[in-house]
């Protein structure tokens, strides 16, 4: 007999493996990537099926030479489809959404390098978004990107995808 239902049942488990993802942050600090080619990656989307999602972090960035994604979520088998939170070299926020079309969102707010700041990202539906930057909203976005149902890799600290190309030189921790 089961005692959840599918949906509470996938949420659990993504609440486990994000404690997990965050316990490791705890147990050293916080997690260090190098800039080429240092990535958390887990073949799963968190027990994710559909939005409303939200994630956030702390992320400390060494330098802006480089656009650098922090945390993507994409369907690695072939198709251009993906969402994820980054940081762009003008140091600005960015929140990516990929299905059919493309939306791309910056915040006019900009970060610094060689300190913590906290970024965050909520979709709560096809066409309702919106970047957070040390807890506040700095942009929202309605233009509507549809869930995709072949989402099946996530990754902190580059692209979820075949051929990532956006290594974060820097830190995370306490990703939730």
């Not at 050293?28 to 409303?52: E, M, Q």
């Not at 945390?71 to 489809?81: L, R």
């Not at 299905?99 to 309702?128: L, R």
Request: aromatic share 12%; charged share 20%; proline share 2%.
């Amino acid at each position: 007999m089961r005692y959840f239902k599918k949906g509470i049942d996938m949420k659990i488990r993504a609440v486990l493996l994000l404690l997990f993802l965050s316990s490791v942050c705890f147990a050293t600090g916080s997690r260090v990537y190098d800039g080429t080619n240092d990535k958390f990656v887990a073949t799963t989307t968190l027990g994710i099926s559909d939005w409303p999602i939200s994630v956030s972090m702390w992320v400390w960035v060494d330098d802006f030479d480089a656009n650098y994604e922090v945390f993507h979520i994409a369907d690695v088998s072939g198709t251009a489809t993906y969402f994820g939170l980054g940081v762009r070299s003008d140091q600005r926020i960015r929140m990516v959404r990929r299905n059919t079309s493309i939306v791309v969102k910056h915040t006019s707010a900009t970060c610094s390098s060689g300190e913590w700041f906290h970024i965050g990202m909520v979709i709560a539906g096809d066409a309702d978004a919106a970047v957070y930057y040390n807890g506040a909203n700095k942009q929202t976005d309605a233009n509507s990107v549809d869930w995709s149902a072949g989402f099946d890799t996530t990754c902190v600290g580059n692209e979820a995808e075949a051929s990532p190309n956006a290594p974060l030189d820097g830190k995370t921790s306490e990703i939730g």
